[in-house]
């Protein structure tokens, strides 16, 4: 990956949306040059998908919770097949230490947020924290130096 290829990622990261005429002018680079880049970068699984970001409180979902569910009182497989079955939840991450699962879940008001809780219960204790704002709720993210 070189600079261009970073530079690429910036402005797809940017807006998934622009054409590849525009990404051509802003990178100095022909539309063929700029289609097998991106080409390239989607086969070694640096870009893995292009999305729309969409807005919570705009549909109705803007209270933003982070759960953590500790003793967990079924097996992880069929934990997981629950958690990934809920349309709450936007993230869920099995990790080291005293918590098992962090839960990032998005509901409507706090009975939405109720009946999250009285689903995630049988499963194991859990400890939920209400986003009051946040400061970085998303990062485009690239490459350091070092890590190419």
Avoid: W
Avoid at 27 to 39: C, D, G, K, N
Avoid at 59 to 85: A, H, P
């Amino acid at each position: 990956m070189d600079k261009l290829d970073i530079d690429l990622l910036k402005l797809l990261q940017q807006n998934a949306r622009i054409t590849i005429s525009e990404l051509s002018k802003r990178i100095a680079l022909s539309r063929p040059s700029i289609t097998e880049r991106i080409l390239r970068l989607e086969e070694r699984g640096i870009i893995e998908e292009f999305t729309a970001r969409v807005s919570l409180p705009a549909i109705n979902r803007g209270t933003i919770l982070f759960i953590q569910l500790s003793s967990l009182k079924v097996s992880n497989s069929e934990f997981e097949q629950m958690i990934i079955r809920d349309e709450d939840v936007l993230e869920c991450h099995r990790v080291t230490g005293s918590t098992s699962y962090f839960i990032k879940a998005a509901v409507k008001d706090m009975g939405s947020m109720k009946l999250l809780i009285d689903r995630l219960m049988p499963y194991g204790d859990i400890n939920t924290s209400i986003v009051l704002e946040s400061p970085v709720p998303y990062r485009h993210i690239l490459p350091k130096e070092g890590d190419l």
